[in-house]
């Protein structure tokens, strides 16, 4: 087999790295050129202008960046934020990518180019098809590239030899689509980004309170008088947060950050459809921030509940009616030393004591959290200490309290809901064989981790993917490419051109997509699919624009296609369900008792609402039926004498893997993506000065990677931290170094050593 040796990481690139003051103010004048300019830039006026007024609109498209969720009511004439503007203008963009132009550029000089040039050279037009032994892609027809794809799966020794890799911008009816064909071929294969970032919130509070989702209302944020924001940066990552954050101060509540870095968006907030707010000094957003250590937040968590529990200001009604296990985590909790928890978070015994009395004397607390709770070794035993905090004050089933996990993707987690799960319920599947008489299969199959290591050892003989660009998005990236090119075919359904479409197995296709900026036209006329934001809010997304190509299908209708191709109409008529997608609704709603009269209650204004036993009862889906407080020891730290714990981050001019552009303006970092953030007196220790290049060497028990070439920014970081984007650093980032329970990768807990070239 032919293995093409083209490059899984961007190459090296002279970098003009400028270092400025961090900004103080998120979002305002600055914001709002941002969002224009991209887009008249990108898609041209009258693109840019479709595309901005329909978006998150009751009967528009759902804005193709994050799972933030629209208010319920009223919708304001630009409900999108600056990131949001540029995932949408780059999916509308004039630019194409041809026949032409594959004819003219190998997979491999396109691997020498970096992340951003692949995507800014436009949308996919034409389905493509890399021959073994070619390095050019070339054009094929969609029945040739379904019959491909029938081929290769009629070939397979076993079923478990099918991935099927899922973005989290899928729709809820292409993702259900695609459980049900990996179904038919025979596998729970269903790896997702989910894996990748929230699965382990999901599984931590599955265990604890019965449901891996928020358990708040975007309502709630204007009732809650606190909210504690960890391990996020929503100013980047979710900036229409920061409008239900700054409408929680506007009503007399607090917001207390905790996180290795004080984010810009949670310094101050400029609101951009605010005109008069505009020219003052914005919105104060943190009244409060702990520079928590990296991994510091469950000696941190540990030291409020200790105050809390002191304080005695407990719910105990609630702890009595509603939960089990209460007098041994209290014990535990107690015997918790304030030395172990002021050396393991970073902070003084003192401001956690202040914390705590904040947090004891609130009525309605809400907790916020992302990836830099989720992607540790110990990030499942974390984030149910946030469940042990929020069950203490009975922060369950009130307008104003719960949890309030934050989700990245605008889909993952409705995909999620719709059946994208590597390990299934029994009764899902029942269902699943009731409503399509496809016979699923019950045992567990492959996650990320799982898939790329069965790829390692030549197990999968097809992959594809559904979105997403999961070469530049996993940890490991070597690894991931190394796994990739064993297999024998691998298909990615993409809207533009991307890392994973040049990393490949032995034959490849690349099958172009309609964006959900576009129409979708069907035989019963023009359709629309639904989405499930971070809230349990589902709604329809619809889509405005002339389509990029008219070679594009929708994702329901290349999955329906392989179907076809792969199964015909028995035992399920892949065919005829593409006709309308209120069939395809149809039969979510027989699998999936929540979507009681789906086509119907998604039509209304803003959609519906899945029931959340937590935020409606509250009631408990657990074996008891009741809550369970849990009991977890403190982590060990993973750096040791000599190392460093280097976490990944964001830049603010990227979304996931798709970089816009070379600046991180908050940070007041300009030019380069291949920088290191450091504290300055581990700098001054090493003898290493603003702007050096440093090389950087991952340590995870008996193995090391090593990555040349990072240029060094001083920044107000916890000593013995630093910082890098990704996915330039995912490189560094071991393959076997998952979270407990959850086998998520942990990109935010790395074992570095850092030296001078």
């Not at 998150?56 to 503007?85: T, V």
């Amino acid at each position: 087999m032919t293995k093409r040796d083209t490059r899984a990481t961007t190459p090296k690139q002279e970098e003009r790295l400028k270092i400025g003051k961090p900004k103080q103010v998120a979002a305002g004048f600055a914001g709002i050129s941002k969002s224009f300019g991209i887009g008249l830039g990108e898609a041209g006026i009258r693109r840019t202008w479709g595309a901005m007024r329909t978006v998150n609109k009751f009967d528009g498209y759902d804005c193709p960046g994050c799972a933030w969720p629209d208010p319920d009511g009223h919708r304001s004439g630009f409900e999108f934020c600056e990131n949001g503007a540029k995932a949408f203008a780059t999916e509308a963009t004039k630019k194409r990518v041809t026949p032409a132009f594959f004819a003219e550029h190998s997979v491999l000089s396109l691997s020498e180019q970096s992340d951003m040039w692949l995507d800014k050279q436009g949308r996919l037009t034409e389905p493509m098809f890399l021959r073994e032994g070619s390095d050019h892609y070339e054009p094929i027809t969609w029945g040739d590239a379904f019959r491909l794809i029938s081929d290769s799966v009629g070939s397979l020794k076993t079923a478990d030899e099918a991935v099927l890799y899922t973005s989290g911008r899928t729709s809820n009816e292409a993702a259900f689509l695609w459980g049900t064909l990996a179904r038919q071929i025979g596998t729970n294969n269903l790896p997702d980004c989910s894996n990748m970032c929230h699965e382990s919130s999901g599984y931590a509070l599955t265990k604890v309170i019965g449901i891996g989702k928020g358990t708040v209302r975007l309502s709630c944020f204007e009732k809650a008088d606190l909210i504690l924001v960890i391990g996020q940066n929503p100013g980047t990552n979710h900036p229409r947060m920061l409008t239900a954050l700054s409408n929680c101060k506007r009503n007399g509540g607090s917001v207390v950050s905790i996180n290795p870095l004080e984010e810009t968006g949670m310094r101050r907030f400029k609101h951009p459809q605010e005109v008069l707010r505009m020219f003052g000094s914005g919105t104060k957003i943190a009244d409060d921030h702990f520079p928590v250590k990296i991994n510091g937040d469950a000696a941190l968590l540990k030291g409020v509940m200790k105050v809390v529990l002191e304080e005695g200001q407990l719910n105990g009604d609630f702890i009595d009616a509603h939960t089990e296990g209460f007098e041994e985590f209290k014990q535990a909790i107690e015997k918790t030393t304030w030395d172990d928890i002021v050396t393991g978070s970073g902070i003084s015994k003192e401001r956690l004591t202040k914390l705590g009395k904040v947090v004891s004397n609130s009525k309605n607390l809400i907790i916020c959290w992302a990836m830099g709770l989720t992607q540790h070794k110990n990030s499942v035993s974390v984030i149910q200490e946030i469940a042990n905090l929020l069950l203490i004050g009975g922060h369950f089933g009130r307008p104003g309290a719960g949890a309030c996990p934050v989700r990245g993707h605008s889909n993952v987690q409705g995909d999620r809901t719709v059946g994208i799960q590597h390990n299934p319920n029994p009764e899902f599947i029942d269902r699943l064989g009731k409503a399509t008489g496809i016979t699923a299969p019950y045992e567990g199959g492959f996650d990320t981790v799982e898939a790329v290591r069965a790829m390692l050892n030549e197990k999968v003989r097809l992959f594809m993917g559904m979105g997403g660009n999961l070469v530049s998005a996993m940890s490991d990236t070597e690894q991931v490419a190394s796994g990739m090119r064993n297999v024998d075919l691998t298909v990615q359904i993409s809207t533009k051109l991307n890392r994973s479409h040049l990393v490949t197995g032995r034959e490849a296709l690349i099958l172009p997509c309609l964006g959900r900026t576009e129409v979708d036209q069907q035989l019963s006329g023009e359709q629309f699919v639904t989405v499930e934001n971070s809230m349990s809010v589902v709604h329809m997304s619809r889509g405005s624009l002339v389509p990029a190509s008219t070679y594009l299908l929708s994702e329901p209708a290349i999955v329906t296609g392989i179907g076809a191709a792969c199964f015909g109409t028995e035992p399920f008529d892949w065919g005829s369900i593409l006709q309308n997608y209120d069939l395809i609704r149809d039969v979510i709603e027989e699998v999936i008792p929540d979507f009681r009269d789906y086509n119907s209650r998604v039509r209304e204004d803003g959609g519906f609402y899945l029931p959340n036993g937590p935020r409606d009862g509250p009631t408990w889906d657990t074996q008891s039926g009741k809550a369970h407080f849990t009991v977890h020891g403190l982590p060990n730290p993973v750096a040791k004498a000599g190392q460093f714990t280097m976490m990944t981050v964001r830049s603010h001019d990227q979304y996931n893997t798709t970089i816009y552009g070379m600046d991180d303006r908050y940070r007041g970092i300009y030019g380069a993506r291949r920088v290191v953030l450091m504290n300055p007196s581990d700098m001054s220790e090493l003898g290493i000065n603003s702007g050096d290049e440093v090389d950087l060497t991952s340590h995870f028990q008996n193995r090391s990677i090593f990555a040349a070439s990072w240029k060094v920014v001083p920044y107000e970081i916890p000593k013995g931290d630093i910082c890098t984007y990704f996915p330039e650093a995912n490189v560094l980032v071991p393959l076997d170094s998952v979270a407990e329970g959850s086998n998520t990768p942990t990109s935010k807990s790395v074992a570095v050593t850092v030296s001078l070239p």
